[in-house]
């Protein structure tokens, strides 16, 4: 299957920061921070989550997925966490 010639093919790459005032959390406290970039040239699509939480801190977490849906990769430095295709943490 064919999407196209690359003029009309999707480009998600930038960055996107969270307004809080402008943002609906419901019941759960409001992030201080969300800084989102992605970087997409196809078919890989990387993209970097920065979030400052009160009571957890900064976390971020790395994903590397592929618009072809081959296995994702998701790891959280400082955390010790990584997934790939088996969802497991190693």
């Known amino acids: ?9 999707p480009n998600f790459n930038g960055s996107w920061k969270l307004v809080r005032r402008e943002s609906n959390f419901g019941f759960y406290a409001p992030q201080r ?3 989102d970039t992605v970087a997409h040239r196809d078919p890989l699509l990387r993209t970097l989550t920065r979030q400052k ?3 957890q801190g900064e976390v971020t977490v790395a994903r590397n997925l592929t618009t072809g849906g081959r ?3 998701i790891t959280i430095p400082g955390r010790g966490m990584s ?6 943490n190693p």
């Open 1 to 9: 299957m064919s999407i196209g010639p690359p003029s009309m093919r």
């Open 33 to 35: 921070l969300r800084l």
């Open 53 to 55: 939480k009160d009571v």
């Open 71 to 73: 296995p994702a990769e």
């Open 83 to 88: 997934a790939g295709n088996s969802g497991r």
